[in-house]
């Protein structure tokens, strides 16, 4: 963690597009990090003593974990997977989207997710998985994927898939049903513990910021 910079990790693609507006929006910009064709990793704004970087989605919370970032923004899916101890501050509004068990609508398989054991899971997401179904106590097998989950039980890898559904167009047109619902998901702000102490007056501004202009719609 740089002393005199607030560090911001933010999850590459759709949700660092996103953040970066809410934190312009919000008083917070990075002229440099708007040059889409640039392959520089870190961008700085020197006036207001800002860095921002961005990472795979799944390195968010490790980064902000271990003080590289103060400040990171993830989506919630991968925030209950990866169980670091990092700071939860705001839930971000956007990136709305569901973790589901899918698989194809049949009675069979209805009836062996209600009461089967050993179901063959594929998933990007183990953890979240491994506890939804602990919580049903039935036993399954995880086997992880990193990309096109949905892939799994049409080629016979697996009997469902756990992921995350947004508009629900990727399930329908390979012929897979939503059948049970694991919980609702968002972009989140995360912080690393001693950056909330120690850059607390920076951070307490952030986060007031960006509630205004969540609260004003923009
Ligand atoms: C995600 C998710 C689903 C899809 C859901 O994958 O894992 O496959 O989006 O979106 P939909 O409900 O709007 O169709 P992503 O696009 O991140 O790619 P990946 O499968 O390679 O991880």
Do not use: W
């Not at 990090?33 to 006036?47: H, V």
């Not at 989207?97 to 609508?105: E, H, L, S, T, W």
Request: a neutral charge; aromatic letters at 6%.
């Amino acid at each position: 963690m740089s002393e005199n910079y607030l560090t911001f990790a933010l999850a590459k693609g759709r949700l660092a597009d996103n953040a970066m507006k809410l934190l312009k929006d919000s008083g917070v910009s990075c002229p440099e990090m708007e040059n889409k064709n640039s392959r520089k990793l870190i961008f700085t704004n020197e006036e207001y003593k800002y860095k921002f970087f961005l990472a795979k989605a799944s390195d968010v919370p490790v980064y902000v974990e271990r003080g590289a970032a103060d400040v990171g923004f993830a989506g919630k899916d991968t925030l209950r997977e990866e169980h670091k101890n990092i700071c939860e501050v705001l839930d971000l509004g956007f990136g709305k989207c569901r973790i589901m068990v899918a698989g194809y609508d049949t009675p069979a398989n209805r009836l062996k997710l209600a009461h089967g054991h050993n179901l063959r899971i594929a998933t990007k997401y183990p953890n979240i998985a491994t506890e939804y179904f602990e919580n049903k106590n039935q036993s399954i097998e995880i086997i992880k994927l990193n990309g096109s989950v949905e892939l799994a039980p049409i080629v016979g890898l697996s009997d469902f898939i756990v992921d995350i559904v947004e508009t629900g167009t990727t399930l329908q047109e390979n012929g897979l049903t939503i059948l049970e619902e694991i919980g609702e998901l968002s972009a989140r702000m995360v912080v690393n513990t001693a950056s909330i102490k120690i850059k607390n007056h920076q951070i307490t501004n952030l986060i007031r910021n960006l509630e205004k202009t969540l609260s004003e719609g923009r």
